[in-house]
């Protein structure tokens, strides 16, 4: 967390790391208060969610040490900016994101403060010298009765885009070597400075955070190319589009997007021949994040409709098809594994093209 205030920022930062000995894997609900938060946004009884959580979720840790050392050498690393869906948090996307580091990017996964993370604070006072400080958790926001939900989602959409420029700047800070973790870490900043590469930088979303990497291109000209995820184009005003040039890879599930979705992909697609779009075919929406992966004896009975491709699967033809694009639009080494490397099971997956059917009413 950089800055104690509301307008600071707050990410996970996923990185390529040296071994350590001492290995401890965080919890991938990072405080029961997300639990709770979680819970409200997907409409259980917050009453009982907390003696049934772990029905749901499972005790689900992210596989990765914890403040491990950052991987030595002076080579400057590649940097992804990830943005949440609607609802979501900072550590929903993780295996996707540490997927991402283990090719070696730095990835920051944002928590964005603008009402469409399912919870997430800040502190109630600036001045670091005034202890302890005060947490302001800020909810979810509700479309509320007579409001129009364009409105209110655009606004989102605009802040959104904003903080993903933001995190940009604290990044070429970090890399300064001028940034202080609001948050107790044992892992050192300094360890980061001079190692990332601001020619080679990609923006990552899914859902709301797919049309806010959309958004971020036409504010940011850092950012080279962009991964949508299921990308939720509702929110995106049609005066946008023609600000937005830089090649796009839409990774779609199979069955979410509507017909007037699709046509707005479409129509961005048109002012980039390098863009493209693919559909992993047996996916639905929720299954580009996490909760493809909660262990809950719940979970599967709960998290609906289920998706026929296994999550591994949907995760490895992300992950391979993502990279393939990121490989042609940056600089990387020639190790980036292809789309051949694939099982031909998994290939057959991949549609290269838009989704043939349609089922969502957003």
Same mark, same amino acid.
């Given at each position: ?47 009982? *969610? ?14 990765? $040490? ?11 690393? $590649? ?22 580091? %283990?090719?070696?990017?730095? =990835? ?7 009402? %469409? ?11 670091? *010298? ?16 007579? &409001? ?16 993903? =420029? ?29 190692? &990332?590469?601001?020619?080679? =930088?990609?923006? &990552? ?59 707005? &992909? ?12 693919? *559909? ?83």
């Amino acid at each position: 967390m950089v800055g104690h205030s509301k307008e600071g920022s707050f990410f996970r930062l996923f990185y390529p790391c040296g071994s350590s000995h001492d290995v401890q894997y965080p919890m991938w609900l990072p405080r029961s208060e997300y639990v709770t938060a979680l819970a409200k946004y997907l409409g259980w009884d917050s009453s009982i *969610t907390p003696y049934i959580s772990s029905l749901i979720f499972g005790h689900p840790q992210v596989p990765v $040490p914890w403040s491990a050392p950052f991987v030595t050498g002076v080579d400057k690393k $590649p940097l992804i900016i990830f943005s949440h869906g609607l609802g979501a948090f900072r550590t929903v996307y993780s295996a996707l994101c540490m997927q991402l580091a %283990s090719h070696g990017f730095l =990835v920051a996964a944002l928590e964005h403060r603008d009402g %469409s993370a399912c919870a997430t604070y800040h502190f109630a006072d600036d001045d670091p *010298t005034n202890a302890p400080l005060k947490e302001v958790w800020v909810p979810f926001s509700k479309v509320e009765v007579g &409001m129009k939900e364009f409105y209110l989602r655009n606004y989102q959409l605009h802040h959104r885009a904003n903080e993903c =420029v933001r995190v940009m700047q604290i990044l070429r800070d970090i890399n300064a070597g001028v940034v202080f973790n609001v948050l107790k870490s044992d892992f050192d900043l300094q360890a980061l400075k001079g190692r &990332m590469d601001f020619n080679n =930088v990609a923006i &990552m979303g899914h859902s709301f955070g797919g049309a806010s990497t959309l958004l971020s291109l036409a504010k940011d000209d850092t950012f080279r190319c962009a991964i949508a995820l299921d990308a939720w184009m509702f929110p995106l005003e049609d005066a946008s589009y023609t600000n937005i040039q830089k090649p796009i890879l839409f990774i779609n599930a199979e069955h979410f997007q509507t017909t007037s979705s699709i046509q707005k &992909m479409k129509r961005l697609n048109a002012g980039n021949r390098e863009s493209k779009a693919i *559909t992993i075919l047996g996916s639905v929406h929720h299954s580009l994040s996490d909760s493809a992966f909660l262990s809950g004896f719940l979970a599967d009975r709960i998290l609906q409709p289920r998706a026929k491709l296994n999550p591994e699967q949907c995760l490895q033809a992300t992950i391979t098809s993502a990279l393939s694009f990121l490989q042609k639009h940056l600089d990387l080494p020639g190790n980036i594994p292809s789309l051949d490397s694939l099982s031909e099971e998994i290939r057959a997956c991949i549609l290269s093209d838009f989704p043939i059917t349609n089922s969502s009413k957003l």
